[in-house]
């Protein structure tokens, strides 16, 4: 059952350990907002990120009131969402490169899954709101990429190739996220139209020719 599915459900104490009034209130506003995050990713899927506040109220049977008592706006809505899709896409790209021989084959990992997951529904809503919300809120939505920069940095560590260099710096790493976001931004939503949109191949050798011009 997803949260979504639960509802916000009533506060459960710890064994022996009864819940004071007050940490039953602050449990249950927990509880609820996690709930209208998880109907509004669930509505994202279904329609990206078009759905109004009442879309979302309306699929979780809450008031207007109850929206405001945990968001400002749907934009503060919608960084949830963000990062919630952000933490599941993560996770799938680190299960991929924890199974390569080496850094290289991670690196490539790493880029083949992430376009992947660009195509899925959950994908498409981060590229369409990446930009705007990192306008809105550049912290928040730094932090919740933060991830992905990471595994870059952790795996590329242990680079040591003979076309594509040594270690990757933390710079190295940054850089190496944009190339890859920036690419595969072309392919989701070309600004000139292409009869075939760039492949997971083509993001690689963009990736490859960067990791390469390090040490020219």
Not at 143 to 165: E, K, Q, Y
Request: net charge neutral; hydrophobic share 45%.
């Amino acid at each position: 059952m997803t949260q979504a599915q639960a509802g916000p459900g009533s506060a459960v104490a710890p064994a022996g350990r009864p819940l004071s009034p007050y940490a039953k209130v602050r449990v249950r506003d927990v509880e609820r907002r996690a709930f209208l995050v998880g109907v509004a990713r669930e509505l994202s899927l279904r329609t990206g990120t078009a759905f109004t506040v009442q879309d979302v109220l309306d699929d979780a049977g809450l008031s207007l009131k109850s929206f405001y008592r945990h968001f400002g706006s749907k934009d503060e809505l919608l960084l949830a969402v963000f990062r919630e899709h952000v933490v599941s896409g993560a996770a799938d790209v680190e299960r991929s490169v924890q199974r390569a021989a080496d850094a290289s084959t991670a690196l490539d990992r790493f880029v083949r899954t992430y376009v992947r997951l660009a195509d899925h529904p959950a994908g498409r809503v981060v590229f369409e709101e990446h930009e705007r919300l990192a306008q809105v809120a550049p912290e928040v939505v730094a932090d919740a990429i933060r991830p992905f920069v990471d595994l870059i940095a952790r795996v590329g560590a242990d680079l040591d190739d003979p076309v594509l260099g040594g270690p990757l710096t933390q710079r190295d790493a940054v850089v190496l996220y944009n190339v890859v976001v920036s690419c595969v931004r072309a392919r989701v939503f070309a600004l000139v139209p292409v009869d075939a949109p760039l492949d997971a191949d083509e993001i690689w050798a963009v990736v490859r020719g960067y990791l390469s011009s390090r040490h020219r």
